[in-house]
């Protein structure tokens, strides 16, 4: 994945070179790449071609990484550290940590607009829908919008799971239907995957919750306990971390169900099994 996205980006000696630079930064080293692997791993059940699924899976990852840019600038989410290093706007300034997600947003539909990755036109469009719905206003940037406003706000449990499931959720869901669409589909195997994709979507952002609960200091460049710091509604402030912990089992239980009549479903698994024993 990390030469695929080496490969897409812009070259760091090509003009302009410091946008060029900070795009690099911004994506290339860190990252546990959770997006890529479940297209990858999505794209198993549909038998697509590898090549095809890492165009999707890159786009994806170039989606996640401009968001992070722009949640950590001052206007955000003011954060200094991500992946174990200085922040975008931190290391090359605010203008440019702006570009920088400009232009990783608008190389994700490029890359979606300039392979082949379906052999069917009409379903290529398609994806290239899926992932402007699951970051837009209607996605991730919509949820966004919403934890923003919910700062020092008591909001209740459905309301917290309706930010999440656009926040963090959407591209997580984008992620599989994306993998999945670069093969054959069937309908029903889609709804399938959806369900899959929302429960594993709505898991991450629980167990993200608990980690930042329970590490009192700064584990791999993330701030832990920011969250509550913040004064942000998270799973664990409004349900206990013992409430968060079952939730996050049940959504995991729900997860392998949805996928457990599907052949080549293995991958499917043991992320979900990760997103749920992650300790970083
Ligand atoms: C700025 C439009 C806009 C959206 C930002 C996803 C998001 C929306 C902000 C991230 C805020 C955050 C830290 C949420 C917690 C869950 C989460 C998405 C963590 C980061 O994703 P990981 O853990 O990161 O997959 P890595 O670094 O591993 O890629």
Do not use: W
Request: charged share 20%; glycine share 6%.
């Amino acid at each position: 994945m990390e030469i695929v996205l080496s490969t897409h980006l812009p070259a760091a000696d090509i003009a302009p070179k410091t946008l060029h630079q900070a795009m690099r930064y911004a994506v290339l080293e860190g990252g546990k790449r959770v997006r890529p692997l479940l297209a990858f791993a999505a794209g198993e059940i549909t038998q697509a071609q590898p090549e095809r699924v890492e165009i999707a899976a890159a786009a994806v990852e170039l989606i996640h990484a401009y968001s992070l840019v722009h949640d950590d600038m001052p206007a955000m989410d003011n954060d200094v550290l991500r992946r174990g290093k200085p922040t975008c706007h931190v290391e090359f300034g605010e203008a440019t940590a702006l570009l920088v997600g400009d232009s990783l947003q608008t190389l994700a539909f490029d890359l979606l607009a300039s392979h082949t990755l379906n052999d069917n036109a009409q379903q290529q469009l398609h994806m290239i829908k899926i992932l402007a719905n699951a970051s837009g206003s209607r996605g991730m940037a919509g949820g966004q919008a919403i934890d923003l406003a919910s700062v020092g706000v008591a909001i209740s449990l459905p309301e917290l799971e309706f930010m999440h499931i656009h926040k963090t959720g959407a591209l997580i869901r984008a992620a599989v239907l994306l993998g999945a669409h670069c093969g054959q589909l069937d309908p029903a195997q889609i709804e399938k995957l959806d369900h899959y994709a929302k429960c594993v979507g709505l898991a991450f952002q629980v167990v993200d919750d608990i980690l930042d609960a329970s590490a009192p200091t700064a584990i791999l460049g993330k701030t832990a306990g920011k969250d509550a710091a913040d004064n942000k509604p998270t799973y664990v402030s409004l349900m206990g971390m013992t409430e968060a912990k079952s939730l996050a089992a049940s959504l995991h239980q729900d997860a392998l169900l949805a996928i457990q009549g599907f052949e080549h479903n293995q991958r499917l698994r043991e992320m979900a099994d990760f997103i749920i024993q992650r300790t970083f």
